[in-house]
């Protein structure tokens, strides 16, 4: 292989890599965004609304079981639902240009009073049907106020996001564009279209394997270490220090992408040496 070709070689690897990594952020970073801001806040102040309409029933002595179910709420899959439901209108609006529109989420937050209801049920066996009758009726004459707290929540959010001289518009920006379906689509093009052209330019057959097989482990290595690993970390310690709790904003999932690209690049290396065997037995066999 030439000296040009070498070049060209590493240059599409370089492509591969990043586009991977485009493609990828692509795919995650909704579920990290919703994850951090539904930690960062939502999720206490939809558990903190609830527990203050019930709060009554409690006694000095008590008031134990409502923190165990406010932090089941702040759990709650439905509170995930609720600002990913937010965050697509964000998006929405931020890609129209318009005002942000409230959000329905009176769905949601029904199934959050249910699911609610039955652990204050199970956790509080003492609560008599006529008290829990009335809790129940409490928490509902609260959730018009929960959705309107969010929405003008998550109204002055967007208008941060909105304003393009701010830190928060300044990302806002970038993870419309991350998110769209053009960038998506492109991305994900340019991953088989440089893909392709490595195995091509690789000769021997198994070369271009191996290239493919080195860039998927570095793929999976940026994706599974230095995102899923000390991007967690990191983004820990910093919400510890900056918002005296710890966010999980879900870089998990970082690290499970990154596994299966290693595990594809441990395979295109497999395939190569096989490749690499046989033709080699295919040499031996015609000396």
């Known amino acids: 292989m030439g000296i040009g070709k070498r070049i060209l070689s590493v240059l599409i690897g370089i492509l591969f890599i990043i ?7 692509s795919l995650l970073a909704k579920q990290v965004l919703v994850k951090a801001i539904s930690q960062a806040g939502i999720d206490t102040a939809i558990s903190h609304r609830m527990m203050d309409a019930v709060f009554g029933y409690a006694g000095a002595d ?4 409502i923190a165990k179910i406010q932090n089941k709420i702040e759990k709650n899959e439905e509170v995930q639902k609720i600002t990913e439901k937010v965050m697509d209108e964000m998006v929405n609006d931020l890609s129209k240009g318009t005002g942000y529109k409230d959000v329905d989420i009176s769905k949601e937050l029904n199934q959050l009073l249910e699911d609610s209801m039955k652990e204050i049920k199970d ?27 969010l929405n003008s929540y998550a109204s002055n959010l967007y208008g941060n996001m909105k304003d393009t001289s701010t830190i928060q518009g300044k990302v806002a920006r970038l993870y419309t564009t991350l998110v769209s379906t053009t960038c998506r689509a492109v991305s994900g093009a340019a991953v088989l279209l440089f893909a392709i052209l490595t195995v091509l330019l690789g000769y021997p057959r198994h070369r271009g394997l191996f290239s493919l097989g080195v860039e998927s482990l570095i793929c999976g290595g940026i994706f599974a270490g230095l995102i ?4 967690s970390r990191t983004m820990g310690f910093l919400s510890d220090k900056m918002l005296g709790r710890t966010v999980d904003i879900g870089l998990k999932s970082y690290f499970w992408m990154g596994c299966i690209f290693a595990g594809a690049g441990v395979i295109f290396l497999l395939a190569g040496f096989i490749i690499k065997w046989k033709d080699q037995k295919r040499i031996d066999v015609n000396e």
């Open 62 to 65: 008590d008031t134990q079981w």
């Open 123 to 149: 956790s509080n066996p003492e609560l008599t049907e006529d008290m829990l009758k009335l809790m129940k009726q409490q928490l509902k004459d609260e959730m018009d106020d929960v959705q309107d707290v």
């Open 19 to 25: 586009s991977v990594s485009v493609l990828g952020g």
């Open 228 to 231: 899923g690993v000390m991007g």
